[in-house]
């Protein structure tokens, strides 16, 4: 699938037992698997061999279903998409067509089979994937394409949902990251952004319903660096966008959020296009909280995102639930650079 000289490659192989593709270069690798959602489960930096997803060791890997829970049964680490809402809903009267529709916990794409519908190395040495998927809950078709670029640290991700009916179509969206961390590293977000806490765990040096601007609470603590918690110590919180980047960037300004490792120099950002991709949530779990009632994990999760809210039938008692034209495509991109 790749030319003899080229410096990028896409490889079949095997992750426990699942069929996948590895995709490298000279600055990185990752893996992924089409049968579970196209779940990236694996992104390094090659230099030091750096992995920077976590992944779960109590939760295999399986299919999922739509009456599934995703934090109970799916919790697996690596890097899922969530579409058309992150926690399950019921969509209210004001989403016409769709009023009275339950959509699952963590959206419909994560654990189900994608169709792989490019998987090449360009003459330019650009690797590329495509998957996509039809989905169930709404009439739409969503597709994903990896870019990697063949001598940087650099992918590019591409979206493109496609409305196959007559009627506007709502969604919400969020690319959701599970990062591994360590005591010390530090969490990159734009200067003042406005975020709310919708969730905080008791132990938590800020409380649910709070807003602040990055990177201090309403209690003075700094989020910018990951703490060094004991586990018997910690704390767990979500922050999402009060609102969209344009409180602290030009539209043409990159918002670029990410992680930075000081011990190593090395760094994984997201840089982000505001007029595609205005929010962010985050998921610190700082020991704080597992799904599976067991051990709380120590881990974060770093999501771009298309919709503030946790579920997207509050966004439409907001009245700012996104949403697809009928018979139309609603595209969008970013790059995830790794130095």
């Known amino acids: 699938m790749s030319p003899g000289n080229s410096t990028t490659s896409i490889t079949p192989c095997h992750i426990e037992g699942i069929p996948a593709y590895r995709i490298e270069n000279p600055k990185l690798s990752l893996a992924v698997i089409p049968e579970l959602g196209g779940k990236i489960v694996s992104l390094q930096s090659n230099a030091l061999q750096t992995e920077w997803l976590w992944k779960s060791d109590r939760t295999p890997y399986q299919k999922a279903e739509l009456d599934h829970s995703y934090t109970q049964q799916h919790d697996t680490g690596g890097i899922d998409e969530c ?16 009023a009275g529709l339950s959509l699952p916990d963590h959206g419909e794409l994560y654990g189900r089979p994608w169709e792989v519908t490019t998987c090449a190395v360009g003459q330019d040495h650009w690797a590329t994937l495509t998957l996509k998927r039809h989905c169930t809950t709404l009439p739409c078709e969503f597709e994903r394409t990896l870019l990697v670029a063949p001598r940087e640290g650099l992918i590019e991700f591409q979206y493109r949902i496609r409305n196959h009916s007559d009627s506007h179509v709502p969604f919400s969206w969020c690319m959701h990251p599970a990062l591994r961390i360590e005591p010390g590293m530090r969490l990159r977000l734009p200067v003042n952004h406005q975020l709310h806490c919708s969730f905080a765990s008791d132990d938590a040096p800020l409380s649910t319903g709070d807003i602040f601007p990055w990177p201090t609470t309403a209690s003075g603590f700094d989020l910018s660096t990951i703490p060094d918690q004991h586990p018997s110590q910690g704390f767990a919180a979500k922050l999402l966008s009060h609102r969209d980047f344009f409180d602290c960037r030009q539209q043409n300004e990159m918002a670029v959020i990410g992680l930075e490792n000081p011990s190593t120099g090395e760094t994984l950002c997201f840089e982000l296009p505001p007029s595609e991709i205005p929010q962010i949530a985050l998921w610190l779990n700082y ?45 969008w991109s970013f790059k995830l650079r790794l130095t």
């Open 83 to 98: 579409f058309p809402s992150v926690d399950a809903c019921q969509l209210p009267k004001s989403a016409g067509a769709y």
């Open 287 to 331: 020991h704080g909280w597992a799904g599976d009632g067991g051990i709380p994990y120590f881990n974060l999760v770093l999501e771009p995102a298309i919709g503030n809210a946790d579920s997207l039938s509050t966004l439409f008692q907001r009245n700012t639930a996104p949403s697809i034209a009928p018979s139309a495509t609603r595209a």
